[in-house]
Structures are given as C-alpha cells and as structure tokens.
C-alpha cells in the first residue's frame, strides 16, 4: 500500500529559528511530491511542487529535497516566522500524472515569537 | 481571479437530512477534484472531473454521494441520506492539468452531522 507520512505531529519553535519537516513514503515509484500550506479554516495552499526528475526546489525562504531512493522529502524553513504557523502537508503522485495524490496527515507547525 | 469558490462554508443537519455542498471553480481549469479530511483518514480524493465529465469516482465511500459537474463553472457534491460518520471538512479543487500542475483549493466546507 502506497502511504505517506510526515513525523513529527505537531512542532513548536522559537522565532528565528532553521527547521526541516519530513515526510517519508513507502514507494519510491513517485511521478512527483508537493508541500502544501494549510491555515485554520483555509483550503491548502501549493508551495513547492518537485517532479520526479528533481532533486530540490526553492522558493524564497522555503527548500524543498526530494531523495526517492530513501523514499524521503525534506521542507526547509529558514529564519521562521510567527506568521510560518500553520499545517504543512506532503502529498505525493503515483502512476503518472493520471495518478491520485496521497496526503500525509501533516505537521503543525508553530513559530513563537 | 477570485480563487476556488465554496459554499455554505458551515454546514450543520440533523441525520437523514440531505445535504448539497457546492463548488465554483477557477475560470479556464477543466479539471475539478472534490476531496474529504478527516482526523482520522487525512485529506482523500472523492471524484474528479475533466470537462465536467466523471473520471473517476472510486473515493466515493458509498452510495448515499453522488457529484455532479453540469456546466464548467459549477459543482455539487450530495449526500443522501446523511449520517454522523460524514461530518468532515469537504474541499473543492480545481486545476489546468491532471497532475503536472498544482491544484487550487477552495476554503472547503465544513459538515456536522448530528
């Protein structure tokens, strides 16, 4: 079964501060991964799409890698800020680019200023 | 553009009652995703459409959903009868493409079903 998960839960640090969020996957077949941002009562928000064939994506502060043999992908945040608060979710694509995206179950994440 | 539109965003009924939930997608994307979230199962696809035709619906838990796509700028999700087990927060997305691109999401629907 195809699963993704993201480890830890829940993350709280102070402002300022470098942090990585994981997520990991069970089949390394992947068509590509995305991070979305999910705010308290918002719908999800694209922050990096990776394509199969990469191995990184940058955006602003944001890095996302992407290491398919070890079934892993990493979300960068540099310098966080309160306003980083929210819930990051790492879903990947299989079977192409007709496949469905599987969702991790997340990371809230919270910046304390 | 004035993003993926959903409505109500509150939905509360009673057991049995019918409930509509509707999406207005992004102008020019011909393909429309309805998705469930859910503590317990996280976000999962329920049926998407590409020119408003039904691709694949095998997410619908059961028979009680159906979705229909009548024009390219509107989308209803129902559930009929409903039960307690359905309260979750209910998204609309909507894309160019079938998976090359990004998706767009609505702010979803949240439903209680008591």
């Known amino acids: 079964k195809q699963e993704v998960t993201q480890i830890p839960a829940a993350l709280s640090v102070p402002e300022g501060e470098n942090l990585v969020l994981n997520c990991s996957f069970t089949?390394?077949?992947?068509?590509?991964l995305q991070w979305f941002r999910q705010d308290p009562g918002k719908g999800l928000t694209s922050l990096l799409l990776?394509?199969?064939?990469?191995r990184e994506q940058t955006s602003g502060r944001l890095n996302a890698s992407l290491d398919k043999s070890s079934g892993r992908s990493t979300l960068y945040i540099a310098a966080s800020q309160p306003g980083d608060s929210a819930t990051y979710l790492c879903?990947?694509?299989?079977?192409?680019?007709?496949?469905?995206?599987?969702f991790g179950k997340g990371t809230k994440l919270s910046v304390k200023p | 553009d004035a993003g993926v539109i959903q409505s109500p965003r509150h939905e509360v009924t009673e057991m049995g009652q019918e409930v509509t939930l509707r999406c207005k997608p992004i102008?020019?994307?011909?393909?429309l995703f309805w998705y469930r979230q859910t503590m317990m199962r996280g976000l999962e696809l329920l049926i998407y459409?590409?020119?408003?035709?039904?691709?694949?619906d095998s997410g619908m838990p059961e028979d009680r959903f159906s979705a229909k796509m009548p024009n390219a700028s509107f989308s209803t999700l129902k559930i009929q009868p409903s039960e307690p087990r359905d309260s979750a927060v209910y998204f609309c997305?909507?894309?160019?493409?079938?998976?090359?691109?990004?998706?767009?999401f609505g702010p979803g629907t949240r439903l209680t079903v008591l």
């Open positions: 102008s020019g994307h011909d393909y």
């Open positions: 879903a990947v694509r299989y079977g192409g680019s007709q496949g469905n995206l599987i």
């Open positions: 997305a909507s894309s160019t493409s079938r998976g090359r691109v990004t998706q767009y």
């Open positions: 459409f590409n020119n408003n035709v039904p691709i694949d």
């Open positions: 990776i394509q199969s064939s990469q």
């Open positions: 089949d390394s077949a992947i068509y590509n």
